[in-house]
Each structure stands twice: as C-alpha cells, then as structure tokens.
C-alpha cells in the first residue's frame, strides 16, 4: 500500500487557492485499516518523504507535506481503534465482506479525520502565507472534491479487502482504473482553473483601458458572492452568480464605448443611450462561450430595475433574473464605496440607507430586506477585503436620475 501510494502521490494536482491533491490517500487509509498501529503510520509516512523528495520542488513544503501527511494518518489511526476498528489481516477472508457493515462507521471515522486534518493544516498554512480567509481557502479547496472525497471512502475498504484476499497483485490490478480516474478528474480540474484564469485575463485587458474603473469587476463578484450567500444560495449558484458579475461589463471592450468611459464631463443624452446598449454587447460576447449560456440572460438585465425602469429591456420585478437582481446590488455598492472626483466613497450606514431608499423601486426588496439583515451585510465593507481601485483626475462624472449604479 505504501509503494502504491509513493506512485500516486507523484501525479499530484494543483488546486484552486494554491494547495494540492492526489488519490495517495486511498492506498494510505488502506494500510491503515489493514495494520492500525505504528507500522502502518510509519510505512506511509517514509512514502511520503520518498514521493515528496522524488518530486523535487521547495524543501520547505516537502516538509510541511510530510508533517501534515504524519500528523493526519496518526490521528485516523488513534481514532479509528478508538471506535472499534481491527486489522483486516487479522480476519478470516470468508468473513471480510460479511464484517464490512460493521466496520462501516470505523472507515467513515478513519476517512473524515484524515480528510480534516489534512484540509485544515493545508488550508491554514495557505491562509497565514497569504493573508486570506481561513474558511474561504478551505470552502474553495475543499468543496469541489469533497464529492469524490466522500464516494472514495467505500473504495478504500475494497482495496484493503481485495489486498488481505488477493495480495499484492489483485491491490494493483485494482489500483490502475482508480489512477485512470484520477487523470480523469485532474484534467477537468485543469481545465476549469485554465477557464477561470483565461475569464480573469479577459477582465484584467478590459478594465486597463480605463485605470479608474480598474478591479471594478473583481469587486462587484466578490459582492455578488457575499449577497448571494446572504440569500441563502447553495455554492453552485453561487459561483454562478460571481461568474456573471465577473463578465457583467465585458462588453465595455468594444471601440464605441472607449471615449465615453474616457470623457471627463458628464455623457450627454445620446452618449448615455449608447452607454446603456453595453449590457447587451455583455451578453453577446458570454453567447460566444458554450458553458457561460446559463449567464448570457444575467449579463443582459444587470442593469433592469425592480420598478420596469431599467434597462436593455425594461423587466420588472420577477422577470428579471435572480442573478442579475443580484449584480445590480453588487455593482451599486461598488459605485457606492468608491471614489469619485464629485464626491468621496460612502460609509455602511449611508449605504444602508440608499438602499432602503431605492428598495422595491431600483432593487429587489426580498434581496434587499434579507441583504440588510445579514451579517454578509458588514463584510461588505471589511478591511482587508476590497480589491483597490485607482484613482484618476480623467475619471468620467457620472449622475443619472433615479438610479445609483455605476455604468
């Protein structure tokens, strides 16, 4: 198990906030349900250090790998004797399969306090490095494999069963499909980072062509994020709510709208006509992208009022998506909390007050009620929290009637 477990511990995986990820865990969990004692611990941990060694790269992680992977499997190990789980060498093959219900909660227990211990040293340490969140770290690197983590318990009972009855070669046979799985899961994985990176670039280009407006994108997704948690939104759609706000100005890229972001007057009324076609230009540029389709109506009614005001289309109230009645909430505060050459960024309570001014007639009141009663609410407005933005004495005057967005 120990030697399977150097092999797979090789062909890690990058994860999304800077850790990494591998299925060295499964022949190592193995072991230790076979042999739970100090030999077991003590065969992993030398695997460790060998596969992190042949790897290469920072010493300094090396041994942090190596602590973290010690003090995980020492811990299932204590554990998982502690509710009752015995050595499966010790046990008749014929009774194997007939014993696995009842060491159904010692395989979970085993399984839950080395997955953690393991996310939380590794999320921790990526938190102090980084200055960041240890809870969002964790969330962003522990989520999206949890699944897999959780399927991958039973799986680790059958390679120590077929191990104690079929011995070395049968773990092996058994082991290559689970290795082309793996490949599977880092290749999507890859992908989807590659995507996200590519979405973040494309942002980054558009917003250097006016220094002002600068990390306004980033912003107003890491609000979309905290208005769409306040909600009560699950994760899924909630990475979809930050898709849509990252994309929501995307079509600012196009030519016709460069000099009126650059104009240092007030746009006037047929600039501001052209000003409000950008959510569509938006949207036609995320229809380019086959998995952005489920974003394409978001980014287009960013700009709808609750009250039919709004624009490219005029909906009102419940036509207008949920991810969009959240971006306009995000992409006001935005406008709200920065500065601006005609006047200096607003406070929490100012801000609270605008949006319960504007509540049912700019903004969603169900969103607005639950936003203001919130503890997201305060995170808002957190140190530490918001991306800067650059302030520049060419940054256009924007004022509009009724509304409070920024363009």
Known sequence: MAAIGIFVH???????????????FIPFLAAAILVPSWIAALAIVSAVVIAEFAKGGSPIKAWFNVMQATFAISAATVLYKLVGGA????????????GAQSNAISVLVVSAVFFAVNSSLVSGVIAVSEDGSFLHIWRKNTFASLPYDLLSTPVVYL?????????????????????????LYKTNSELERVNQELLELMVKAIEARDPYTSGHSRRVAHYSQLIARAIGLGGQQVERVRIAALLHDVGKIHEIYAPLLQKPEKLTPAEWEVMQGHPIKSAELVMTVSHLADIVLPVR???ENWDGSGYPDGLSGEQIPLASRIVLFADTVDAMTTDRPYRKALGETQVRS?????????FDPYICDKLLASP???LLF??????????SSA?????????????
Request: glycine share 8%.
């Open 395 to 407: 940054a256009p005057a924007l004022t509009r009637p009724r509304t409070l967005r920024a363009m």
């Open 10 to 24: 090789v062909l890690t995986f990058r994860l999304p906030r800077g850790g990494s990820g591998s299925i060295a």
């Open 382 to 391: 957190a140190p530490g929290q918001r991306i800067p933005t650059p302030v």
């Open 159 to 183: 390679l120590a069963w077929v191990y104690a009855t079929s011995g070395w070669a049968g773990a092996i046979a058994l082991c290559i499909p689970m290795i082309g799985v793996r490949q």
């Open 354 to 362: 605008e949006l319960t001014k504007y509540r049912a007639k700019q």
């Open 87 to 98: 050595s499966l060498l010790a046990a008749p093959s014929t009774r194997l399969l007939e």
């Open 301 to 303: 009614h960013h700009h």
């Open 376 to 378: 997201m609410f305060g």
